[in-house]
């Protein structure tokens, strides 16, 4: 099997559904040889790494460890879906606290055990914050933690692409940005539907303002909705978007679906939220899209929820004040 890189990659949380699909994923697509998977559950650990030995693949020197510092060491690359998953009739900020207390032990065990460590994907929820304080702590540059933002959008083109019925590939540049909650804005400027403007059949007796709205409304209750079809959170395609984004990372095609990036620009100031990003072996950049009126004042109000469970987060004592963090990381602004 050909690989990437020979570096070593962490993936965090590996015995959840999602980390065990992370660790498949990974070596399915051939990022590296070197994989640790790492969980704190270890029988359930195990179990996950016996399954991956069975699959008979060649070629892979796939650890195991409940050791976080063994985890870490030496590792250039970490995925982390190491939080609680969010359950039946639970939002993604109803697992603030929690979650941000894991994240920032883990921004902290990323700075002691693999300050030289290249990117950072956090995916568990809510990402924005996670990803956040994870960065804050770990002393990392911005443009080395990405979080997991793309399934919005994925979401919004196969709802377009099926109201449509045609295939998915002809719905391009869907995109959400802000949140990766209930609040996130759906953009309709950026998309094109075989070739035309979404803008242009919205109102139109292809896609009537109706129908908009409940694509747009599905869009944000899609978690919400593999919950009640599947009975728990969602697994696979978190688990292989978060694969695609660490691949870019590690040199393979670039990321091109929006990501969670740190912001602190043009009116949006110490977040994490999702932005028109490229993800490619130098890390996460980003530019603060441009929509209608409309999309624009939506996007603000996503960044203005995001900052308040930001401040619920420092109010909390998880994180300090904004004034201190370029004391804790200096590549903050």
Same mark, same amino acid.
């Given at each position: 099997?050909?690989?990437?890189?020979?570096?070593?990659?962490?993936?965090?949380?590996?015995?959840?559904?999602?980390?065990?699909?992370?660790?498949?994923?990974?070596?399915?697509?051939?990022?590296?040889?070197?994989?640790?998977?790492?969980?704190?559950?270890?029988?359930?650990?195990?179990?996950?790494?016996?399954?991956?030995?069975?699959?008979?693949?060649?070629?892979?020197?796939?650890?195991? $460890?409940?050791? @976080?510092?063994?985890?870490?060491? #030496?590792? *250039?690359?970490?995925?982390? /879906?190491?939080? &609680? %998953?969010?359950?039946?009739?639970?939002?993604?900020?109803?697992?603030?606290?929690?979650?941000?207390?894991?994240?920032?032990?883990?921004?902290?065990?990323?700075?002691?055990?693999?300050?030289?460590?290249?990117?950072?994907?956090?995916?568990?929820?809510?990402?924005?914050? $996670?990803?956040? @304080?994870?960065?804050?702590?770990? #002393?990392? *540059?911005?443009?080395?933690? /990405?979080?997991? &933002? %793309?399934?919005?959008?994925?979401?919004?083109?196969?709802?377009?692409?099926?109201?449509?019925?045609?295939?998915?590939?002809?719905?391009?540049?869907?995109?959400?940005?802000?949140?990766?909650?209930?609040?996130?804005?759906?953009?309709?400027?950026?998309?094109?539907?075989?070739?035309?403007?979404?803008?242009?059949?919205?109102?139109?007796?292809?896609?009537?303002?109706?129908?908009?709205?409940?694509?747009?409304?599905?869009?944000?209750?899609?978690?919400?909705?593999?919950?009640?079809?599947?009975?728990?959170?969602?697994?696979?395609?978190?688990?292989?978007?978060?694969?695609?984004?660490?691949?870019?990372?590690?040199?393979?095609?670039?990321?091109?679906?929006?990501?969670?990036?740190?912001?602190?620009?043009?009116?949006?100031?110490?977040?994490?939220?999702?932005?028109?990003?490229?993800?490619?072996?130098?890390?996460?950049?980003?530019?603060?899209?441009?929509?209608?009126?409309?999309?624009?004042?939506?996007?603000?109000?996503?960044?203005?929820?995001?900052?308040?469970?930001?401040?619920?987060?420092?109010?909390?004592?998880?994180?300090?004040?904004?004034?201190?963090?370029?004391?804790?990381?200096?590549?903050?602004?």
């Amino acid at each position: 099997m050909k690989f990437l890189t020979d570096e070593k990659l962490t993936i965090v949380g590996a015995a959840g559904m999602i980390g065990s699909n992370m660790v498949q994923s990974a070596i399915m697509m051939g990022l590296t040889p070197n994989i640790c998977a790492y969980d704190p559950f270890a029988p359930a650990l195990e179990g996950v790494a016996e399954e991956m030995y069975h699959c008979g693949f060649e070629g892979i020197n796939l650890t195991y $460890t409940s050791d @976080i510092k063994e985890a870490l060491n #030496g590792a *250039k690359y970490v995925v982390s /879906s190491g939080g &609680a %998953a969010r359950k039946a009739g639970m939002t993604r900020e109803d697992l603030l606290k929690g979650n941000a207390e894991i994240a920032a032990q883990f921004g902290k065990d990323i700075k002691q055990y693999c300050p030289d460590v290249k990117h950072v994907v956090v995916i568990f929820n809510p990402a924005d914050i $996670t990803g956040l @304080i994870t960065l804050i702590y770990s #002393g990392l *540059k911005p443009s080395q933690v /990405s979080t997991l &933002a %793309a399934l919005d959008s994925t979401r919004l083109q196969t709802a377009l692409a099926q109201h449509f019925g045609i295939s998915r590939d002809k719905v391009t540049n869907s995109r959400t940005y802000g949140g990766h909650g209930e609040q996130m804005a759906v953009f309709a400027s950026t998309t094109k539907v075989d070739g035309k403007p979404l803008t242009s059949l919205i109102g139109t007796d292809a896609l009537t303002d109706e129908q908009w709205a409940n694509i747009r409304q599905h869009v944000i209750q899609g978690g919400k909705r593999i919950i009640e079809l599947r009975g728990r959170s969602s697994f696979q395609s978190p688990a292989y978007v978060s694969i695609e984004m660490i691949r870019a990372a590690m040199g393979g095609p670039e990321f091109l679906w929006p990501a969670g990036v740190y912001v602190s620009e043009d009116g949006f100031d110490h977040i994490m939220m999702a932005m028109e990003t490229t993800i490619d072996k130098s890390g996460v950049h980003y530019k603060v899209p441009h929509g209608t009126a409309e999309e624009t004042a939506t996007l603000r109000a996503s960044y203005e929820h995001l900052t308040k469970l930001r401040d619920e987060v420092i109010e909390m004592g998880i994180i300090p004040a904004i004034s201190k963090w370029n004391e804790i990381n200096p590549n903050l602004k």
